[in-house]
Protein backbone atom coordinates (compact mmCIF):
# COMPACT_ATOMS: atom_id res chain seq x y z
CA UNK A 1 0.00 0.00 0.00
CA UNK A 2 1.27 3.49 -0.82
CA UNK A 3 0.58 7.14 -0.22
CA UNK A 4 -3.11 8.13 -1.93
CA UNK A 5 -4.67 4.73 -1.74
CA UNK A 6 -8.58 3.93 -1.33
CA UNK A 7 -8.95 2.00 1.89
CA UNK A 8 -11.56 0.52 4.36
CA UNK A 9 -11.55 -1.88 7.35
CA UNK A 10 -10.67 -5.11 6.68
CA UNK A 11 -12.41 -8.47 8.31
CA UNK A 12 -9.38 -8.39 10.89
CA UNK A 13 -10.55 -4.92 12.15
CA UNK A 14 -13.94 -5.29 12.22
CA UNK A 15 -13.38 -8.28 14.64
CA UNK A 16 -11.58 -5.97 16.77
CA UNK A 17 -13.75 -5.23 20.03
CA UNK A 18 -12.46 -1.41 19.89
CA UNK A 19 -13.91 -1.09 16.40
CA UNK A 20 -17.35 -2.88 16.65
CA UNK A 21 -19.60 -0.13 16.00
CA UNK A 22 -18.82 -0.32 12.07
CA UNK A 23 -18.96 -4.01 12.00
CA UNK A 24 -22.20 -4.94 10.17
CA UNK A 25 -23.88 -7.13 12.49
CA UNK A 26 -23.61 -4.39 15.31
CA UNK A 27 -27.01 -3.28 16.34
CA UNK A 28 -28.82 -0.62 14.20
CA UNK A 29 -28.86 1.68 16.88
CA UNK A 30 -25.02 1.98 17.25
CA UNK A 31 -23.93 0.94 13.68
CA UNK A 32 -22.03 3.32 12.33
CA UNK A 33 -21.56 3.47 7.89
CA UNK A 34 -18.74 1.42 6.50
CA UNK A 35 -15.93 4.14 6.67
CA UNK A 36 -13.66 4.98 3.68
CA UNK A 37 -10.50 6.71 3.33
CA UNK A 38 -7.42 7.20 1.14
CA UNK A 39 -3.90 6.97 2.95
CA UNK A 40 -2.01 10.06 3.95
CA UNK A 41 0.91 8.72 5.05
CA UNK A 42 3.55 5.52 5.36
CA UNK A 43 6.39 5.23 8.64
CA UNK A 44 7.69 2.56 10.19
CA UNK A 45 6.83 2.05 13.74
CA UNK A 46 4.99 -0.42 16.22
CA UNK A 47 2.21 -0.54 17.50
CA UNK A 48 1.15 -1.10 20.79
CA UNK A 49 3.37 -2.96 23.83
CA UNK A 50 1.55 -6.60 23.30
CA UNK A 51 3.43 -9.28 21.09
CA UNK A 52 6.00 -9.25 19.25
CA UNK A 53 8.39 -6.46 19.50
CA UNK A 54 9.04 -5.97 15.47
CA UNK A 55 8.83 -3.14 13.34
CA UNK A 56 5.70 -2.58 11.27
CA UNK A 57 4.36 -0.13 8.74
CA UNK A 58 1.97 1.91 9.91
CA UNK A 59 -0.63 3.92 7.70
CA UNK A 60 -2.56 6.84 8.55
CA UNK A 61 -5.44 7.56 6.94
CA UNK A 62 -7.93 10.10 6.30
CA UNK A 63 -11.39 9.37 6.27
CA UNK A 64 -14.53 10.59 4.01
CA UNK A 65 -16.93 9.66 6.95
CA UNK A 66 -17.05 12.30 9.42
CA UNK A 67 -17.38 9.65 11.79
CA UNK A 68 -14.84 7.13 10.86
CA UNK A 69 -12.22 5.23 13.59
CA UNK A 70 -8.96 7.91 14.84
CA UNK A 71 -7.00 4.32 14.90
CA UNK A 72 -6.55 1.08 15.68
CA UNK A 73 -7.95 1.66 19.37
CA UNK A 74 -11.52 3.06 17.91
CA UNK A 75 -12.48 6.21 18.91
CA UNK A 76 -11.09 5.96 22.05
CA UNK A 77 -7.40 6.24 22.04
CA UNK A 78 -6.34 4.86 25.00
CA UNK A 79 -4.05 2.22 24.26
CA UNK A 80 -0.77 3.79 22.77
CA UNK A 81 -0.72 7.54 22.25
CA UNK A 82 2.38 7.72 20.28
CA UNK A 83 1.05 5.63 17.42
CA UNK A 84 -2.83 7.28 18.12
CA UNK A 85 -4.41 7.03 14.82
CA UNK A 86 -2.66 4.66 12.94
CA UNK A 87 -3.39 1.01 11.82
CA UNK A 88 -1.61 -1.74 10.45
CA UNK A 89 -1.52 -3.27 7.19
CA UNK A 90 -3.67 -6.16 8.31
CA UNK A 91 -6.23 -3.31 9.19
CA UNK A 92 -7.35 -2.34 5.45
CA UNK A 93 -8.07 -3.60 2.75
CA UNK A 94 -8.07 -2.00 -0.61
CA UNK A 95 -11.43 -0.86 -1.97
CA UNK A 96 -12.34 -2.04 -5.52
CA UNK A 97 -14.38 -0.97 -8.30
CA UNK A 98 -17.83 -2.55 -7.85
CA UNK A 99 -18.85 -3.97 -11.17
CA UNK A 100 -21.94 -2.88 -12.80
CA UNK A 101 -23.77 -4.74 -15.25
CA UNK A 102 -24.28 -3.53 -18.73
CA UNK A 103 -28.04 -3.68 -19.32
Same mark, same amino acid.
Given at each position: ???G????????????????????D???????????? +??????? %??? &??? =??N???? $??? +??????? %??? &?R? =??????? $??????????????????K????
Open positions: MKVDLVTLSASALNRDTLFNWRPCPEIIRKPKPLG +IIIEVSC %GRI &GWV =GKVDRA $VYK +IKWMNPD %GPK &GE =GNHGYLN $VQYKGLFYRRDLKYVSRRVKKA
